[in-house]
């Protein structure tokens, strides 16, 4: 079965430094990974996916994810954080199967941002 | 234009009665997904509409929950004889196509006294 785990229930970085949201996979087949964003009180949004193309994929607001199949891994990255990026974050894999819409989530990682 | 929109956005009810939750997809999307997310935890699949098809309910928890969609319209989501266990935001999302990116509605907390 396909699973993801986040590192890191929540993650503090100062305004201006980079983020790094970690991520880890599980998957008997080449997954689809994805990053969504919640914000407050705000529905789901993609940030970037992973679909077998390119391992290094940028996404909205700056952010970008590498996936590295041998360590079976797909973090995030943002160079510097900006106070709008506090959120919470989940790392996302597609299946049971390749191609499969549906989706397993991980629990989140919620990022705070100090000015 | 408007997003995946649901109905009501906050639920409490006693245990062992009947609720149901509402989902308005975005027009012209053809799939459309719910999700549960317990407190604490990722997001769980429950149910899947794909057009005319016949709904893949693989995830659903048990037979008090079921689910319909009025063509490629709107989505109710029932949950019979509510247990505690049921508390959780349930959330809505539709897409384009199966292949095509989730976009997600805000959420219907239910809370099962």
């Known amino acids: 079965a396909q699973s993801v785990t986040q590192l890191d229930s929540h993650v503090s970085v100062s305004e201006g430094t980079p983020v790094l949201l970690r991520c880890n996979y599980s998957s008997s087949y080449s997954p689809s990974l994805f990053w969504y964003v919640q914000h407050p009180n705000k529905g789901l949004q993609l940030l970037l996916k992973y679909t077998s193309a390119a391992t290094l994929v940028k996404g909205i607001n700056g952010f970008e994810a590498e996936f590295k199949k041998s360590e079976t891994s797909f973090h995030l990255t943002k160079p510097s954080a900006h106070m709008s990026d506090a959120a919470e974050y989940f790392c996302?894999?597609?299946?049971?199967?390749?191609?499969?819409?549906?989706?397993?989530f991980g629990k989140g990682t919620k990022l705070s941002v100090i000015p | 234009g408007a997003g995946v929109s649901q109905s009501p956005s906050n639920k409490v009810t006693e245990k062992g009665k009947d609720v149901e939750l509402r989902c308005d997809p975005i027009s012209g999307h053809t799939a459309l997904y719910w999700y549960r997310q317990r407190l604490g935890q990722g997001l769980e699949f429950l149910i899947y509409f794909q057009g005319n098809s016949a709904p893949d309910k693989s995830g659903l928890p048990s037979d008090r929950f079921s689910a319909e969609r009025t063509g490629e319209s709107v989505s109710t989501l029932t949950i019979q004889r509510t247990q505690q266990e049921d508390s959780a935001v349930y959330l809505c999302?539709?897409?384009?196509?199966?292949?095509?990116?989730?976009?997600f509605g805000p959420g219907t907390r239910l809370t099962v006294t």
């Open positions: 999302a539709s897409s384009l196509n199966i292949d095509r990116e989730q976009y």
């Open positions: 996302v894999v597609n299946g049971p199967g390749a191609g499969s819409y549906q989706l397993t």
